[in-house]
């Protein structure tokens, strides 16, 4: 296998300017803020990604980025090569991070030094990750250089506190400074301890979930070279190769249904290297013979790809069990909740999908709604949901349904 191709994804997660993106720059090299809104505000909007292959020295045993060791100097022997994706932290953006959380496999939560732990995104992301059945987890407690040793240290305190009885309570946390490049090396270590490559089917037929799309095509470029869309995203069982027919569902909006959409892949892209065929985890761009015009500004984002005929026929209703949390999370304020009610709209995460359900039937704990966009998923598993409902004008996330 080619160690500098990505088999791992990993969230990076927490409250909004708590340091992901310079984190994560100061792990790969690359600043995923490509957006130009992203660039003027300073904030992610959009998920974000960039891969880091890992080495390790034999000489004095310690991680980086690196071919030479940037602690004594020695060569430097690969591990493995891991993909980053960048969530956004803001609070109104909060469903582009269920989205990222259905592609990856371990999440570094990102914690700040310098702010009272918890944060209201701290807890939703924490709460995103328990959904979703996340449990590889490194804390980095980051801006470690902007405070005293005895602050960071009552705010090591405090998140040790915060993450007692959670999918969270075990895991490491590890202070650093990124923009001083301060025990990056310990990051590195702590994801080849405490989150592992997972062990994956390739024998199945291949499913690849859409996060992002493209069009690359300049404006005024000449027709002949004018490339297709592009999607980009992460394979989660089996292998897509070059050349092979692909279904992507649940695709467009003609009048009132969903119209999947057919196309073949002419390219795969994996870590800037071109590939012929690409198996489970590390983000992937599949370039198609698709109408740019489809895939540019993520138009495709939430969609399911795979082989022709292979993927599941699309759902316009569900029903499911749903689990209320005891409270709210992501707003400052503990909000009560009024009982879900018929005819109430509530937005649905499954994975990478997301879907705004307009509830028909409450009885008990066991919930019906209709889908404004289908999902896509097998119904022979049991299938987890996040919930999220409009509170103070705003989406938060307030439980789960298993389906």
Partial sequence: MDKELPEVNIGVLGHVSHGKTI??????????????????????????????????????????????????????????????????????????????????????????ANEKCPQPQTVEHLKALEIVGIDKIVIVQTKIDTVTKEQALKNYQEIKEFVKGTIAENAPVVPVSSTQKVNIDKVFEAIERYIPTPKRDESKNPKFLVIRSFDINKPGAEIDKIVGGILGGSVIEGKLKVGDKIEIKPGIKVENRYQSLETEIVGLKKANKEIKEAGPGGLLGVLTKLDPGLTKADGLVGSVVGLKGTLPKETYEISFEYFEFERVYGAKEVQALSPIKVGEKILIHLANQRSVGIIKEVKKNFVNCQLSIPLVFEKERKVKIAVSRQVSGRWRLVGYGIL
């Fill in 23 to 112: 984190l994560t720059e100061a792990l790969t090299g690359k600043l995923t803020l490509q957006h130009s809104e992203e660039l003027k505000r300073g904030i992610t909007i959009k998920l974000g990604y960039a891969d880091a292959t890992i080495y390790k020295c034999p000489q004095c045993g310690r991680y980086s980025n690196s071919k030479k060791c940037p602690f004594c100097f020695a060569d430097t022997e690969i591990q493995r090569t891991v993909s980053f994706v960048d969530s956004p932290g803001h609070e109104i953006l909060t469903a582009t991070v269920l989205t990222g959380a259905g592609v990856i496999d371990g999440a570094l939560l990102v914690i700040a």
